[in-house]
């Protein structure tokens, strides 16, 4: 459905540009010149650079570069994209840890119920670091001003840790298996 579709293509542009979702929403056509896209972020006041990806750029095109007409609010946001994430099938379920009074407590829930407007940021910068693009560089697109916040960001999945653990197999003279 149109909502839903909208929806979609929001998501796709924090994930391709790592940003919040209030500066996502702000996207005008002044702000790209030259293949990229130049913002102030409302949170820190920092003037950012990112180069337009073609698939972002599709997205862009699409509204005329132009996402006013797609501002909803965070919560409304949050709501649909977890809708549209169970449509897509993305129900498995996930064991998260919570604590209750102090008290370290373990939750199961479909993997949907844990997407949001932030997971689009956490996309772009760990698909980013998967890239092999350096933390200062991200720190420049995404307009951190302190590294190890920007490290705070970085989810990478265990398998993906794994086969790069196995790259220093070669220093220690021996394969994992």
């Known amino acids: 459905n149109l909502r839903l579709s909208r929806v979609k293509d929001l998501f796709l542009v ?45 997205v862009l095109e699409k509204y005329g570069y132009d996402l006013s007409s797609m501002a909803i609010s965070n919560q409304k946001f949050n709501k649909y994209v977890k809708e549209l994430c169970l449509e897509a099938g993305i129900n498995a379920d996930v064991e998260v840890v919570k604590y209750e009074k102090g008290i370290k407590k373990y939750h199961v829930i479909p993997k949907y119920k844990l997407i949001a407007s932030h997971t689009g940021r956490r996309t772009f910068i760990t698909n980013a670091i998967l890239a092999g693009i350096p933390l200062s560089v991200i720190q420049r697109i995404t307009g951190h001003k302190k590294l190890v916040t920007l490290q705070k960001y970085v989810d990478i999945a265990e398998g993906v840790k794994s086969q790069e653990l196995e790259k220093l197999s070669d220093f220690y003279g021996f394969s994992r298996g």
């Open 14 to 58: 924090l994930i391709y540009t790592g940003l919040r979702f209030g500066d996502g929403i702000r996207i005008s056509k002044r702000w790209v010149v030259n293949g990229m896209l130049h913002i102030h972020t409302q949170k820190t006041d920092e003037k950012i650079t990112i180069p337009l990806h073609p698939n972002l750029r599709e």
